[in-house]
């Protein structure tokens, strides 16, 4: 049992703390935020993530998590101490390091005994030096220590599965014993271990986000071209993905990605890449081409309305970026929503999960609570998120409740011909 300090109970710590205490480790996570301290120790969770609830209450019986907000008694004891802290987007897209940067002064401020401070949070290349530079600065006196990067690679929605079963785990030093001593916490979780140099482990971080994304962009492009010619970009995806040097994720066409992730990180290395006088063309045009897909919904419902959204109402099926989470943070339907809205269209939205997180995002569009309730009276809706719950939805009814049946299906979740033969007016993405 190795004893452990998460700093942030955001979406990765709260994620990592739960699953490192899950495999037999004491882990206390520590957050600044002393009410979302408080709620974590009444069981209230601060996130929504599958499977989190009974993950962290079952620790916490155990003894071996527990919740504070005291740097001094979270390290207490503690060999490792990870920093899990926001990194938003500056002005200019570069990352946001306040947090970390408040994270490693209160590290070195408190710390009494050896520690390997590990970056879990996405951060810049070359901040686990500047980590350590922050560190020897404010130690009150000289404690030997040592920085580890170790990103994550974990989705909203499916963190927990990703953490336990992890395609690698990527850990960066230049202290071959920390990296080591890193490299043997994460054995139980059975994956490959790349072991390499500080940046280079930053760099495996912004580099593969950043294809994702790319790939995203990619065949949303192609889905445009499929449908000026008459092609069906699933059948498509489904061929390219067999190919394995190509692989069948993330060739999903849609609205785009969104989240807390990939936008703030293909900023980022972006910006990164021009601060060294680099001109990140890829980077720029996988922005451009998913923030086009958003600007495109109104026109695109616009044309299927006979020419104008004036007076109409629309409705929003899904409201976070994506389904399993109730995350708002870049989502789609927040600028889908208000280019409706600019058009004259009056909106309505509903997600199972997101309505309480979206009502600050969206203040002028009607939050329903059930997603026949949204429909009712409709003039069309509109699939942004691919929720579960509206491949099951009773069509029949659906199209009963309608002022017109007119479905746009930003996720390709529904079959274009079954939907015509019902007789509704429906349009997805790259298909016919």
Same mark, same amino acid.
């Given at each position: 049992?190795?004893?452990?300090?998460?700093?942030?109970?955001?979406?990765?710590?709260?994620?990592?703390?739960?699953?490192?205490?899950?495999?037999?480790?004491?882990?206390?996570?520590?957050?600044?935020?002393? +009410?979302?301290?408080?709620?974590?120790?009444?069981?209230?969770?601060?996130?929504?993530?599958?499977?989190?609830?009974?993950?962290?209450?079952?620790?916490?019986?155990?003894?071996?998590?527990?919740?504070?907000?005291?740097?001094?008694?979270?390290?207490?004891?503690?060999?490792?101490?990870?920093?899990?802290?926001?990194?938003?987007?500056?002005?200019?897209?570069?990352?946001?390091?306040?947090?970390?940067?408040?994270?490693?002064?209160?590290?070195?401020?408190?710390?009494?005994?050896?520690?390997?401070?590990?970056?879990?949070?996405?951060?810049?290349?070359?901040?686990?030096?500047?980590?350590?530079?922050?560190?020897?600065?404010?130690?009150? +006196?000289?404690?030997?220590?040592?920085?580890?990067?170790?990103?994550?690679?974990?989705?909203?929605?499916?963190?927990?599965?990703?953490?336990?079963?992890?395609?690698?785990?990527?850990?960066?030093?230049?202290?071959?014993?920390?990296?080591?001593?890193?490299?043997?916490?994460?054995?139980?979780?059975?994956?490959?271990?790349?072991?390499?140099?500080?940046?280079?482990?930053?760099?495996?971080?912004?580099?593969?986000?950043?294809?994702?994304?790319?790939?995203?962009?990619?065949?949303?492009?192609?889905?445009?071209?499929?449908?000026?010619?008459?092609?069906?970009?699933?059948?498509?995806?489904?061929?390219?993905?067999?190919?394995?040097?190509?692989?069948?994720?993330?060739?999903?066409?849609?609205?785009?990605?969104?989240?807390?992730?990939?936008?703030?990180?293909?900023?980022?290395?972006?910006?990164?890449?021009?601060? +060294?006088?680099?001109?990140?063309?890829?980077?720029?045009?996988?922005?451009?081409?998913?923030?086009?897909?958003?600007?495109?919904?109104?026109?695109?419902?616009?044309?299927?309305?006979?020419?104008?959204?004036?007076?109409?109402?629309?409705?929003?099926?899904?409201?976070?970026?994506?389904?399993?989470?109730?995350?708002?943070?870049?989502?789609?339907?927040?600028?889908?929503?208000?280019?409706?809205?600019?058009?004259?269209?009056?909106?309505?939205?509903?997600?199972?999960?997101?309505?309480?997180?979206?009502?600050?995002?969206?203040?002028?569009?009607?939050?329903?609570?059930?997603?026949?309730?949204?429909?009712?009276?409709?003039?069309?809706?509109?699939?942004?998120?691919?929720?579960?719950?509206?491949?099951?939805?009773?069509?029949?009814?659906? +199209?009963?409740?309608?002022?017109?049946?007119?479905?746009?299906?930003?996720?390709?979740?529904?079959?274009?011909?079954?939907?015509?033969?019902?007789?509704?007016?429906?349009?997805?993405?790259?298909?016919?």
């Amino acid at each position: 049992m190795k004893q452990i300090c998460v700093v942030g109970v955001g979406y990765v710590g709260l994620v990592t703390g739960a699953c490192f205490a899950d495999l037999g480790n004491k882990v206390i996570a520590l957050d600044v935020d002393e +009410k979302r301290i408080a709620n974590l120790n009444n069981g209230v969770m601060p996130i929504y993530e599958p499977g989190l609830d009974e993950l962290v209450k079952r620790n916490v019986k155990s003894g071996r998590l527990s919740f504070s907000s005291s740097y001094k008694d979270a390290l207490k004891g503690a060999e490792f101490a990870f920093i899990a802290v926001g990194t938003p987007s500056g002005v200019n897209g570069e990352a946001d390091l306040q947090y970390v940067a408040s994270a490693a002064k209160s590290i070195a401020e408190n710390m009494s005994a050896p520690l390997i401070i590990i970056n879990k949070s996405t951060v810049p290349i070359g901040t686990g030096d500047w980590v350590a530079d922050i560190v020897k600065g404010a130690q009150r +006196k000289a404690v030997q220590f040592a920085v580890v990067s170790c990103p994550e690679f974990l989705r909203e929605g499916s963190a927990i599965a990703d953490f336990m079963n992890p395609h690698r785990s990527v850990i960066g030093s230049l202290d071959k014993d920390a990296a080591s001593k890193v490299a043997q916490l994460h054995l139980p979780l059975r994956a490959p271990i790349v072991i390499t140099d500080l940046r280079t482990a930053e760099m495996i971080k912004y580099a593969s986000n950043a294809f994702l994304a790319t790939k995203i962009s990619f065949i949303n492009e192609v889905a445009d071209i499929c449908e000026a010619y008459g092609a069906d970009v699933k059948e498509v995806a489904a061929g390219m993905g067999y190919d394995a040097r190509i692989g069948r994720h993330f060739l999903d066409a849609g609205l785009g990605w969104g989240g807390s992730c990939f936008p703030k990180d293909v900023q980022a290395l972006a910006y990164m890449a021009r601060e +060294k006088g680099l001109n990140p063309q890829i980077l720029d045009n996988t922005m451009t081409v998913n923030y086009a897909r958003r600007k495109d919904v109104a026109r695109r419902v616009e044309s299927m309305l006979g020419g104008s959204l004036k007076g109409k109402t629309i409705g929003l099926l899904g409201l976070a970026f994506k389904e399993n989470t109730d995350d708002m943070r870049d989502a789609p339907s927040i600028d889908i929503a208000s280019a409706l809205i600019q058009a004259g269209a009056k909106v309505r939205g509903y997600d199972p999960i997101a309505f309480e997180t979206a009502r600050p995002h969206m203040p002028a569009v009607d939050i329903m609570d059930d997603p026949y309730k949204l429909a009712d009276g409709c003039d069309a809706l509109i699939v942004v998120t691919p929720w579960n719950e509206f491949k099951q939805l009773d069509l029949e009814k659906l +199209k009963s409740l309608l002022k017109s049946p007119v479905i746009f299906d930003g996720r390709n979740i529904y079959d274009p011909q079954i939907m015509k033969a019902m007789g509704f007016e429906y349009r997805g993405i790259g298909r016919q």
